[in-house]
């Protein structure tokens, strides 16, 4: 079964501070994998999309690494900052076709608040 | 753009009756998608069209639900009859058509059946 697990649930950290959230998947074969913020009361936003064949992508403080042969990824935000308080979502698209939704799997995220 | 338009933002509906979400994405992009988030069960998708037809429905909870695509800048997600598990938040979210393709959630709608 694809399964997507995610740790921590929750994470408090002071502003300024990094952090780094995981992402454990089963899914196979595996197509891409990307993170999302979601910010309270609204809709997800795209932060990073990763293929099988990337390690790495940023996306300004953010930094997503891939490890395939794992099956783990992580997402690094450095130097946090208020607006960072929100849900990250991992969630892994398996096969290697054009299809666009593709029976996406979905992590249940980790809760992030930045304090002052 | 005006990013993915969804109406309304909130219902509250007593069970039994039926309900209509609206979704308008994002011009240009020709693949849709609904989602459905629950505290306990997190995002999950229900059912996603490419250039209008719908293409995997295996996330649609029962036969309750249903959706509709009639042309490439609207589509609906309709609940009948409603029941008090259906309370949850609704996302529509467009693409273009390829999976490595970014998709762009609209603000949501809110739905409580009581």
């Known amino acids: 079964k694809n399964q997507v697990e995610q740790s921590p649930q929750s994470l408090i950290i002071l502003e300024g501070k990094n952090c780094t959230l995981q992402c454990n998947y089963t899914v196979s074969p595996f197509s891409n994998l990307r993170w999302y913020k979601q910010d309270t009361g609204r809709g997800p936003v795209s932060l990073t999309i990763?293929?099988?064949?990337?390690n790495t992508k940023s996306n300004g403080r953010y930094t997503a690494t891939l490890d395939a042969d794992t099956k783990q990824s992580s997402l690094h935000i450095t130097a946090s900052q208020l607006s960072d308080s929100a849900s990250y979502i991992c969630?892994?698209?398996?096969?290697?076709?054009?299809?666009?939704?593709?029976?996406?799997?979905f992590g249940g995220g980790t809760r992030l608040m930045v304090k002052p | 753009d005006a990013g993915v338009i969804q109406s309304p933002r909130h219902e509250v509906t007593e069970m039994g009756q039926e309900v209509t979400l609206r979704c308008k994405p994002i011009s240009g992009h020709n693949s849709l998608f609904w989602y459905r988030q629950t505290m306990m069960r997190g995002l999950e998708l229900l059912i996603y069209f490419n250039n209008n037809v719908p293409i995997d429905d295996s996330g649609m909870p029962e036969d309750r639900f249903s959706a509709k695509m009639p042309n490439a800048s609207f589509s609906t997600l309709k609940i009948q009859p409603s029941e008090p598990r259906d309370s949850a938040v609704y996302f529509c979210?467009?693409?273009?058509?390829?999976?490595?393709?970014?998709?762009?959630f609209g603000p949501g709608t809110r739905l409580l059946v009581l």
């Open positions: 990763m293929t099988f064949s990337e």
């Open positions: 969630v892994v698209s398996p096969g290697r076709d054009n299809n666009a939704g593709n029976m996406l799997t």
């Open positions: 979210a467009s693409s273009f058509s390829h999976s490595q393709e970014t998709q762009y």
